[in-house]
């Protein structure tokens, strides 16, 4: 039989072929996308599984290293609080008073409560999709204080500048997952403005804490 189709023509082979399939059991037709399509579909779809599986290990990994970092800030904070009110109280003339303690101590209590607010939102991160309404913000805020803490806290300092690093590469990956547009300029503007409330609640704390200081030649001591 083999030998009989080889040396016949098309015309007899087709038909045979034809009749030969028909006869056989009938089998479910799957429609594939071609190779390519399907090896990027697969491809993309692994990447995203990957990204997702991810992406909370490293959220919570950052909140635990910001309440770390925040209660490092706090210790120092409140050290300093107490010196500074020693140092008040046993001091005569406050012009006498080293003003550039009361400085060390603002940018404390001013990097607790910045970072504080960042972690609030961090954890009020409810899935993919809230990580880039809520992400974009937090990062310059984060960026700003370990620049401040540079100096005098560098461990700090480096620690919140890997955190921002890893918060950065979470938002990435869930603007590739939610195919999010970022509004950069806007994110800014929430960073400023929740540096000038946190600027706020220290000045009015601090003024109460020390009503006799002058904070003008505080700020420029």
């Not at 006869?23 to 990957?50: C, G, Y």
């Not at 003003?99 to 910045?114: D, G, I, P």
């Not at 540079?150 to 620690?159: A, H, N």
């Not at 921002?164 to 990956?173: A, K, P, R, Y």
């Amino acid at each position: 039989m083999l030998k009989k189709i080889t040396n016949c023509t098309h015309s007899y082979v087709l038909p045979w072929l034809k009749l030969n399939l028909l006869q056989r059991p009938e089998i479910p037709k799957i429609k594939f996308p071609d190779t390519m399509l399907s090896e990027r579909f697969v491809s993309n779809a692994s990447f995203h599984i990957s990204q997702r599986s991810t992406m909370m290990p490293r959220l919570e990994y950052s909140v635990q290293s910001l309440e770390k970092i925040i209660s490092q800030l706090k210790e120092k904070k409140s050290k300093l609080t107490k010196t500074n009110r020693a140092s008040i109280a046993s001091t005569s003339q406050l012009e006498e008073f080293d003003l550039q303690q009361v400085n060390l101590e603002k940018t404390f209590f001013f990097a607790v409560e910045s970072l504080s607010r960042i972690h609030k939102r961090l954890k009020s991160l409810t899935g993919v999709s809230s990580i880039p309404v809520i992400l974009p913000s937090t990062i310059p805020v984060i960026r700003t204080i370990s620049s401040q803490l540079y100096e005098i806290m560098p461990e700090s300092s480096q620690s919140l500048s890997e955190l921002s690093s890893v918060l950065g590469s979470v938002l990435i990956d869930s603007g590739t997952i939610t195919e999010a547009k970022f509004d950069f300029s806007a994110s800014n503007q929430e960073s400023n403005l929740l540096l000038d409330e946190a600027k706020l609640i220290v000045d009015s704390k601090l003024n109460k804490q020390y009503p006799n200081l002058d904070f003008f030649k505080a700020n420029n001591a």
